[in-house]
T-cell receptor, first 113, second 113 residues
Framework: DAGITQSPRHKVTETGTPVTLRCHQT?????MYWYRQDPGHGLRLIHYSYGVKDTDKGEVSDGYSVSRSKTEDFLLTLESATSSQTSVYFCAINPSGNSYEQYFGPGTRLTVT | AQTVTQSQPEMSVQEAETVTLSCTYDTSENNYYLFWYKQPPSRQMILVIR??????QNATENRFSVNFQKAAKSFSLKISDSQLGDTAMYFC??????????FGAGTRLTVKP
């Protein structure tokens, strides 16, 4: 158990509404990540953070923003949700800057109608 | 950009037998890490095994081992003595030092009793 929780675990929202997903960790790890998982694509990196207020874009960052005001929380925001953002979202942490292995949260299933 | 290819969308194996899942990747980097993750029906992503590119010795974790061929850019996973609990999606992943982890599309493995 990597001590990662995600909230909410499931959400249904309408097109055009803002949505924020939360990732919370209990171990004060520096690196945190947001991925989306879609059939046929595996997981794709949206954004990641390497410290408080330090974030960078990943492979599929368009339409998403992130914030990290505290070490333990990494927020993913969809400013105006679209149906193409229907997906399962995973948060991950890297507990060791040397090995780069990542440990994942339980995921959030988001449906945009 | 790095790409990861898993050419076997689905595989099956009889309980107690051995199965090998294939993964190839494309990169111009010399230093990187490779991983296999397991995703059972619970949707939780579980790290199975990792390999550092600078190590020639193949990684082993209990019944799981890899065949890492750096020149061929191949990273296969062998599961020995397959168990029913090994039934899951398996994802191969590549990561260079920039924290940008790339996943393959996955192989669905079914272990038959």
């Amino acid at each position: 158990d990597a001590g990662i929780t995600q909230s909410p675990r499931h959400k249904v929202t309408e097109t055009g509404t803002p949505v924020t997903l939360r990732c919370h960790q209990t171990e004060n790890h520096r690196y945190m990540y947001w991925y989306r998982q879609d059939p046929g694509h595996g997981l794709r990196l949206i954004h990641y953070s390497y410290g408080v207020k330090d974030t960078d874009k990943g492979e599929v960052s368009d339409g998403y923003s992130v914030s990290r005001s505290k070490t333990e929380d990494f927020l993913l925001t969809l400013e105006s949700a679209t149906s193409s953002q229907t997906s399962v979202y995973f948060c991950a942490i890297n507990p060791s800057g040397n090995s780069y292995e990542q440990y994942f949260g339980p995921g959030t299933r988001l449906t945009v109608t | 950009a790095q790409t990861v290819t898993q050419s076997q969308p689905e595989m099956s194996v009889q309980e107690a037998e051995t199965v090998t899942l294939s993964c190839t990747y494309d990169t111009s980097e010399n230093n990187y890490y490779l991983f296999w993750y397991k995703q059972p029906p619970s949707r939780q992503m579980i790290l199975v095994i990792r390999q550092e590119a600078y190590k020639q010795q193949n990684a082993t974790e209990n019944r799981f081992s890899v065949n890492f061929q750096k020149a061929a850019k191949s990273f296969s996973l062998k599961i020995s003595d397959s168990q029913l609990g090994d039934t899951a999606m398996y994802f191969c992943a590549f990561m260079k030092v920039s924290n940008d982890m790339r996943f393959g599309a996955g192989t669905r493995l079914t272990v038959k009793p």
